[in-house]
C-alpha cells in the first residue's frame, strides 16, 4: 500500500517570498492534516480537513498560511509571504476517519528553509 | 491545555529493555493512546495503540493502568536502529504531540 506523498522534499526560499506544498493522502483515507515541526519539538497541527471541507483550523496562521483540499484527495499548503520563523518540516497525515480509535499516517515531510 | 508528559531523553545499551513512561492526566473515556516513533528527517511513524490493560505487537508492548493516566512503552531488546524520538498522544488534543523522549541506543 503506498503511504502518504509530499512534495517537494526541500526547498530553500527568501523571507517574504511564497512556497506551496503538495500532498497525496492514503488511498481510501477521509481525512488529512497538515502539521508543522520546527526543529527540536514534537508535530503541531496546523489544518485538519474530512473529506473537502475543514474540521479545524483555529491553529492556521491564517494571515499568511492557506491550505485547499478541493476534491477531497490532494491537498495544497501554502505560504505567503514567508517569515523567518516558518522554517520547519511541513508533514502531511492521513487517516481513514476522524474517531478517537484511527491510526495517523505521515509523510515524510517537506523541509522549508527561509532565509 | 491538555499535555503528555514524557522523559526529555533515555540513554539505553544494545541487547536491553526500554521502558518510556508518559502521563496524560486529561484523557477522556474515548481516547486512545498511540504511540510514534520519528527518525531525523523522516515523518512520525505508528508503533502501537491501546485502549487499556496491555497491548503487544511484533515490535512493542504497551502497558495502561486501570486508571489510564499513564501509559508506558516498552521496547525489549533495543537495537542502535531503534535511536530515535518517541512520542506518546491522545486523540482528544488532537493539536498536542510534545517534545517527545529521543532515545539513544548506545553499543
Known amino acids: 500500500e503506498a503511504g502518504v506523498a509530499q512534495s517537494p522534499r526541500y526547498k530553500i526560499i527568501e523571507k ?6 503538495w500532498c497525496n493522502p492514503i488511498s481510501g483515507h477521509a481525512t488529512l492534516y497538515w502539521y508543522q515541526q520546527i ?15 475543514v474540521v479545524d483550523d483555529s491553529q492556521l496562521p491564517k494571515d499568511r498560511f492557506s491550505a485547499e483540499r478541493l476534491k477531497g484527495v490532494d491537498s495544497t499548503l501554502k505560504i505567503q ?13 492521513s487517516s481513514f476517519q476522524v474517531d478517537s480509535g484511527n491510526t495517523i499516517y505521515f509523510g515524510e515531510g517537506s523541509w522549508l528553509t527561509v532565509v | 491545555l491538555a499535555k503528555t508528559t514524557q522523559p526529555i531523553s533515555m540513554d539505553s545499551y544494545e541487547g536491553q529493555e526500554v521502558n518510556i513512561t508518559c502521563s496524560h492526566n486529561n484523557i477522556a473515556t474515548n481516547d486512545y493512546i498511540t504511540w510514534y516513533q520519528q527518525f531525523p528527517s ?8 491501546g485502549y487499556k490493560t496491555k497491548v503487544t ?4 508492548s504497551l502497558f495502561i493502568p486501570a486508571d489510564r493516566k499513564s501509559s508506558t ?3 525489549p531488546r533495543v537495537s542502535l536502529s531503534d535511536t530515535a524520538v518517541y512520542y506518546c498522544r491522545y486523540n482528544f488534543n488532537k493539536f498536542y504531540f510534545g517534545s517527545g523522549t529521543k532515545l539513544n541506543v548506545k553499543p
Open chain 1, 16 to 21: 517574504r517570498q511564497s512556497v506551496a506544498f
Open chain 1, 39 to 53: 526543529l527540536g519539538q514534537g508535530p503541531k497541527l496546523l489544518i485538519q480537513f474530512q473529506n473537502n471541507g
Open chain 1, 81 to 93: 509571504p514567508a517569515k523567518l520563523e516558518d522554517s520547519a518540516v511541513y508533514l502531511c497525515a
Open chain 2, 42 to 49: 523522516q515523518g512520525p511513524r505508528f508503533i502501537i495503540q
Open chain 2, 57 to 60: 505487537n511484533e515490535v512493542a
Open chain 2, 73 to 75: 512503552l516498552s521496547l
